[in-house]
């Protein structure tokens, strides 16, 4: 069985490496569709989705109208510093291929119930283009007691 819960939010970034228009300090309305894949439980529900919001929310709150800002980009965390708006700093260079794994990442931190075995986070950009990462849990039999 799959389910899918979609969030959305505003964040800034810019990527300094680009050679084009992205190396500017810009903004999109991201979207995160997230598909979680297992078995059924007694009562025939994968997960909730309320519970799939106490998962995600809280991360999307964090990013919700900030920008978020590669550890080295010390020239705009100094100007945001100074304009004192909200800003995440990342290892990493804010691409939507880097954001999608990100959301994997802290998802997989959490400890999630035992049905569940695949998660597939899909971070859209924009309305038209998107990146993907998919997550397999791997769950250990017991064998015995």
């Known amino acids: 069985m799959k389910i ?33 894949e297992g078995d059924l439980d ?20 964090n990013l919700d109208h900030a920008c978020m800002v590669y550890k080295d980009d010390k020239d705009l965390i100094d100007a945001l510093d100074k304009l004192n708006s909200k800003f995440v700093i990342v290892n990493f260079h ?16 959490i400890s999630l119930p035992n049905n569940i075995k695949k998660i597939t986070a899909r971070v859209y950009e924009t309305e038209d283009s998107y990146a993907e990462k998919n997550y397999e849990l791997v769950r250990r039999r017991r064998i015995g007691n």
């Not at 959305?8 to 903004?27: I, Y």
Request: charged content about 30%; aromatic content about 12%; proline content about 3%.
């Open 42 to 61: 007694e009562q025939g529900m994968l997960i909730d989705f309320y519970d799939v919001k106490k998962i995600v929310n809280p991360i999307i709150e």
């Open 94 to 109: 804010s691409t939507a291929e880097n954001i999608c794994k990100y959301f994997v990442d802290e998802i997989k931190k």
């Open 4 to 36: 899918a819960k979609t969030f959305d939010w505003e964040m800034g970034h810019r990527l300094p490496f680009h050679k084009g228009k992205c190396k500017n300090l810009h903004g999109h309305s991201y979207k995160l569709r997230l598909e979680v």
